[in-house]
């Protein structure tokens, strides 16, 4: 069975600071991607990373897929009120029948402070 | 807007009743999903249509039956639930199913209440 393991499940910071969260798993994942998710809301898609050790940035968020296709961190420069939410990890399975079907992690509850 | 819209938005219904959840997308996907996300638990992956054809039927209890007419349209009928069933359900779309590299696009879920 393939688990994916987030940390931290919550976090709470000032306006400013900067933030890591992790994601890791003991599988190998074809791609992996990143959600953002609001309250009374279905998960927005941030981010799809492919090749290990491949890093993406969106604006203040910088991804970055491990050499392995193992493990995946977001990291979040000067975090702003807005970036409050709950952030997902999902690996695509890579094969068999549920090739492509995605695993979710427990997601990080990010909250940050003005 | 996501292009992926879900109706009801809330729904609360007895152990006894017949609802159905309907899923719609605009992306002109061909792949949809429903998922179900309960507090403390992962997004658990229920059923996956591929070109109207059910590939995916995650161990889901019968009392859950998935429906899609077409490829933009996927229903969720639900009779006898019982109380632990209470969840935000999710529908998805992407491309395809079984590609990895395919997205998926969620919609903003039915909050479901079974009392």
């Known amino acids: 069975t393939q688990l994916l393991e987030q940390s931290p499940q919550f976090l709470s910071i000032q306006e400013g600071e900067n933030l890591t969260v992790y994601c890791n798993s003991s599988s190998v994942f074809s791609s992996l991607q990143w959600y953002r998710q609001e309250p009374g809301e279905g998960p927005v898609l941030l981010v799809t990373v492919v090749t290990g050790g491949e890093v993406k940035k969106l604006k203040r968020l910088t991804f970055q897929f491990g050499d392995a296709r193992k493990d995946s961190s977001l990291h979040i420069t000067a975090a702003q009120p807005g970036d409050t939410g709950l952030y997902l990890c999902a690996g695509a399975m890579n094969y068999g029948g549920s090739q492509g079907n995605l695993i979710f992690g427990k997601g990080t509850k990010l909250s940050v402070k003005p | 807007e996501t292009g992926v819209t879900q109706t009801p938005r809330h729904l609360v219904m007895g152990m006894t009743n017949k609802k159905s959840l309907k899923c719609e997308q605009h992306l002109g996907h061909n792949a949809m999903y429903w998922y179900k996300q309960s507090a403390k638990k992962p997004l658990e992956l229920m059923f996956v249509y591929n070109f109207k054809e059910q590939t995916e039927n995650n161990s889901v209890p019968s009392r859950f039956s998935p429906e899609c007419p077409n490829s933009s349209h996927l229903f969720l009928h639900l009779h006898t639930l019982q109380p632990e069933d209470s969840a935000l359900y999710l529908c998805?779309?992407?491309?395809?199913?079984?590609?990895?590299?395919?997205?998926?696009?969620f919609g903003p879920g039915t909050r479901l209440t079974v009392t």
């Open positions: 998805a779309s992407s491309r395809e199913s079984g590609y990895p590299s395919y997205e998926q696009y």
